[in-house]
């Protein structure tokens, strides 16, 4: 079979989980059928992961298309990348390059895919939506994501396919070693540890989760004593730098300051899921989170809100709980009937871990992404 060229088209350099849903799907292709090659910005970790990883990178900063100014020149640049690498079929991965891919598509005579990793937050237009007649297929990592282009009173249109962002469930699993964080942070073997990890954003909840400490530990007779709550990432935008302050103040406050752990980003993440008792999610709205999957591969029961596409990967009962989003009090219920039930909680583990790796794994996220390709490029 003949390699083909994919073309990965991305508007910025920094690593969150969109991007490292991108770079496990590539790492995972057929290198002998596949072979992906970038256009992005070259400043940042995402170019310096992906030279790490052998992978050729035309460097290019996309600006935004309606300022038209700029536009020409980055069209060209890549029309000459992509003659000059043999390019089979283009494949956007964020918002900004999906009008690049589509122009480039036109202007080369190749297929076109759009890949969809959010929802929209208090947009009244939806412009994807809008111009979804371009791309040549869709990939939504959610259906919650796959309804946005959803007609009135009609069906999701067949060139919407849902594919699950997947997980590397070798990578993540439950017999990584829990003490070696537990011990660098100095959390007692006794102590049951709750813990979020998300980039530092208001619409990550951050606030609920703190609110939900508070009631936990002066609900809770022994709370105090055998319970830390650990809040593991940081800022990745500059709109939230300023987060992590106000989070610390909110957290001295609230007087629970001695027991929430401020982590900072981490690259040892299957230890910190592994150093974790119960795992939380408190995003008001969240596509298919990445965090959700790899703490459901590492066997941790998983309390999430009840928003976006968290109830396709949550069953409520089975691999955690569901909660609205905001609700203090329901999350702070919910954790305590974990920590006061261990059996429970590590049925729900377990119960995730089956869950992630028969529905969520990374193999089965390439061979269906590869297989949209098999279908989209020319024979």
């Given amino acids: ?44 970790p995402l170019p310096e992961k992906l030279a790490q990883m052998g992978i050729k990178v035309c460097f290019v900063d996309f600006p935004q298309v309606r300022r038209l100014f700029g536009v020409l020149p980055v069209v060209k640049k890549l029309r000459g990348f992509i003659s000059e690498n043999n390019i089979n079929l283009l494949h956007s991965n964020s918002i900004r390059t999906h009008i690049y ?22 947009e009244f237009i939806d412009p994807d939506r809008l111009l979804s007649f371009l791309p040549d297929k869709i990939i939504c990592n959610s259906y919650s994501v796959a309804r946005r282009f959803q007609r009135k009173g009609g069906n999701i249109p067949g060139k919407v396919q849902v594919v699950f962002n997947g997980v590397d469930t070798e990578k993540f699993h439950p017999q990584c070693n829990a003490n070696k964080l537990r011990g660098e942070l100095g959390i007692k073997p006794e102590e049951i540890v709750i813990g979020i990890a998300s980039r530092f954003n208001f619409n990550k909840g951050h606030e609920t989760f703190l609110q939900a400490s508070k ?24 709109e939230d730098k300023s987060r992590e302050n ?52 590492s066997g941790k029961p998983v309390i999430a809100t009840n928003a976006g596409g968290n109830p396709e990967m949550i069953k409520d009962g089975i691999n955690g709980f569901l ?35 028969e529905n969520f794994g990374i193999e089965k996220n390439a061979a269906q992404t590869q297989k949209i390709y098999l279908e989209l490029i020319p024979k």
Avoid at 109 to 116: E, R, Y
Avoid at 215 to 238: S, T
Wanted: charged share 20%.
């Fill in 323 to 357: 909660f609205e989003p905001g609700n203090v009090s329901a999350l702070a219920e919910k954790i305590t009937l974990l920590v006061n039930n261990i059996t429970l909680a590590n049925k729900m583990g377990e119960a995730g871990r089956k869950m992630a790796k």
């Fill in 1 to 44: 079979m003949p390699k083909y060229n994919i073309l990965y088209l991305h508007e910025t350099a920094l690593i969150s989980g969109a991007e490292n849903s991108l770079l496990n799907l590539v790492n995972k292709l057929d290198r002998e059928v596949f072979n992906p090659v970038f256009a992005c910005p070259g400043e940042g």
């Fill in 246 to 297: 106000d989070l610390r103040k909110m957290a001295d406050n609230l007087g629970i300051k001695n027991s929430i752990i401020f982590t900072g980003f981490r690259q040892d993440m299957p230890e910190v899921y592994a150093s974790m008792d119960i795992f939380v999610v408190t995003s008001f709205l969240e596509a298919c989170g990445r965090v959700v999957l790899e703490a459901m591969a």
């Fill in 215 to 238: 009631d936990i530990l002066y609900g809770m007779a022994q709370a105090k004593k055998n319970v830390k709550f650990l809040v593991v990432g940081g800022a990745v935008f500059d």
């Fill in 101 to 122: 891919a589509a122009i480039l598509g036109k202007l080369a005579g190749l297929p076109v895919i759009w890949h969809q990793r959010n929802l929209l937050i208090g």
